[in-house]
């Protein structure tokens, strides 16, 4: 086939995938022969079209045939049952096919963005493990396939293709049905959902580098996920707390590494590398996200903390005591050791490093973050802002003990070198990018 | 990776037709609740655009409207996977166009932004 057939039929898959699979979840009721009916859909396509040449209208092209397929399944399905129970009462085939086929068409005419929204529901079902969370959702909603989703993950083919298979064998034998969730259940699971979403997200975004466009394409996959989640769901604020926090990260991609690939550390990176639209779009979602009159979340908290960051031109700009206060709210409704070392670093900015250091103790003497390469390194910054530099060095050096991230280690070793090495002073490196 | 498309087409003398603009806006609407379309606007005519020119060393001002029969209609910006994502969204704008304005000519040019993908991976 030629890589142009492929990479149109590949597009119009990648557009159209998700409607088709939740238009057809509906009318089957189930999503894991929904998925199957899709999928055999885009392969008719990919033998097709090479010969017979792109359709005018690819995207209805898909649809009908999906239906042809869906009428196929639904007919064996009654022939069978049929025989099971040995009516003899036959009605002809064709009379059949028009009907179930008008059923389809009204069923996919209706509802679209009701139907993705029960597919971004059931595909982040809590019944389901995360694994196959997150798998499912790639492959339903992104249109990736197995092999993609196992280069996104770093793991096999195969192993992509069991957590989907786990997923629909889950899915079916706890009759999930397709629909959205009840009222009474929709925060809980509007959380499930959320979280699926920021996990793809820091799949792509902690990936190291970019040895594989895959691992960034996850970050692009979350965010077009989480634009399509506040479209439809536009009166919660965490969704947009979410797609706030997610724009402005990714704001920062090409500004977090540097030339050999290592991390650059947010005090540190080039803010005119970041991306001024995604930070404009990060802003106008948080904005929406607090204009909603109703209490946030974790994600708008984050949120707003990342854009406290995003706001401020250059780095000793960064209104630190603004985002040391949030860290006390986020502290309240989300409690994590992490927020608590990132409330010292916040509080080290805005207070001083004594002041820092005093939250930081308080997180360790509660048996948090003994072992954390960042709470050593943090500890290490600390220390250094406040003038002892032997001190600070061993941290560091903990710190790059401790890290199983090349990058981080490197970035640590250099900063336990530096300090160690009297002539040069140390600058204010909160951690994070 | 973003995608800019360009538009730029000859206007046959009618007004765009009504149910052009509707669809356009149902297609806007409908790439931007896909999470793909990241910004759209039209452009207003050159004739009342300017253009500052470096030829020669010699830098220069001109106001328009300029000799070019095109015009720049709109641009739109896309978010996608991939050069054949973007070619069908635009494909579908202007298959629209095609299909309820006759006489109307013009061209999409979609161009690729660079992203970090395209600095190559570090050393």
Known sequence: MSTATREAVEAVWRIESARLIAGLARVTGDLGLAEELAQDALVTALEQWPSGGIPANPAGWLMTTAKRLAIDAHRRRIVYQRKLETI?????????????????????????????????????????????????????????????????YLVSTATAAARIVRAKRTLAAQSVRFELPDPAAMADRLASVLEVIYLIFNEGYSASSGDDWMRPALCEEALRLGRVLAGMVPDEPEVHGLVALMEIQASRTAARTGREGEPVLLADQDRRAWDRLLIRRGLAALQRAESLSKPIGPYTLQAAIAACHARATRAQDTDWARIASLYVVLAHVWPSPVVELNRAVAVGMADGPAAGLAVLDAAVNRGELGDYPLAHAVRGDLLARSGNHGEAAQHFHRAAELTRNAGERKVFTRRAAELAAPEVSAGCRPPGS | MRYLVLLTGTQPGTPPPPELMEAIMNLGAEATAAGVLLDTAGLMPRAGSARVQVAGGQLSVTDGPFAEAKEFISYALYQVRSQAEAVEWSTRFMQLHADRWPGWSGQADVVKVMGPEDFGPPA
């Open chain 1, 88 to 152: 003899g009462r036959a009605q002809p085939g064709h009379d059949l096919a028009d009907e179930i086929g008008r059923a389809i068409d009204d069923a996919l005419d209706d509802h679209i963005g009701d139907d993705l929204l029960r597919l971004i529901f059931t595909a982040a079902h809590p019944a389901l493990s995360t694994e196959s969370r997150v798998a499912l959702t790639l492959r339903c909603l992104c249109g990736l396939s197995t092999q993609e989703i196992g280069r996104a």
